[in-house]
């Protein structure tokens, strides 16, 4: 198990605290839920990083990255739209998008190949940290009562009428359809020979 890899499976670690944290709820909790969260982020980029600057891109970081990716996210959104901040069928176009693209992946494996996070599943997941991060802020500070210009400053910036919140969420609804969109697209020929394969066995 390589350093990126580890990172990787810590993201899991950091996803199971943030669910225990933010179930607890108050502003300790929450504050606890934002810091796994955002540590989640930053390993989110940190193990690809590392693994294209140490030339340790495996086939496994490739699967498992993008898998710790949808678990940390997917949390994040189920809990949102428990809580109201985020609307449930967001959070179901979302997951089931994840699933579509888990189950192009399982194929691509099956058949000797292994299809990669592209630019625009980047791009939708840095939307969706934002917006989670965002949410986050909110539920840490929404009851805090200070004259602290900071938290002042990150309790507007994170206030659900603020233009975070849409300009976070809406473009990050947009990218999971393209996105989701585009991993079919590329995959296209795998899937027609997997159904191919299923009719000839049918038949037999």
Partial sequence: MNLPNTITLFRLVLTAVFCAAASAEGVAGYAIALVAFILGAIS????????????????????????????????????????????????????CREFLVTGIRQIAVEKGEVI???????????????????ALVHLTLVTVVSDNSLIKALQFLSDKDHFLFPASLWPAV????????????????????????????SRQ
């Avoid at 699967?63 to 069928?89: E, M």
């Avoid at 947009?174 to 009719?199: C, N, P």
């Fill in 174 to 201: 947009m990218l999971t359809v393209i996105s989701g969109g585009s991993y079919f697209w590329k995959a296209r020929g795998l899937l027609l020979d997997k159904e191919g394969e299923d009719q000839a066995q």
């Fill in 116 to 134: 990669a996070a592209d630019k625009l599943g980047k791009w939708k997941t840095a939307f969706q940290l934002t917006f989670i991060i965002t």
């Fill in 44 to 95: 989110d980029w940190l193990d690809g990083y590392l693994a294209r600057k140490l030339n340790l891109v495996t086939s496994l970081g490739k699967l498992l990255d993008p898998l710790a990716d949808k678990i940390l996210v997917s949390s994040g959104f189920v809990y949102l739209s428990a809580k109201g901040l985020c609307p449930v069928w967001v959070t179901a176009l979302i997951i």
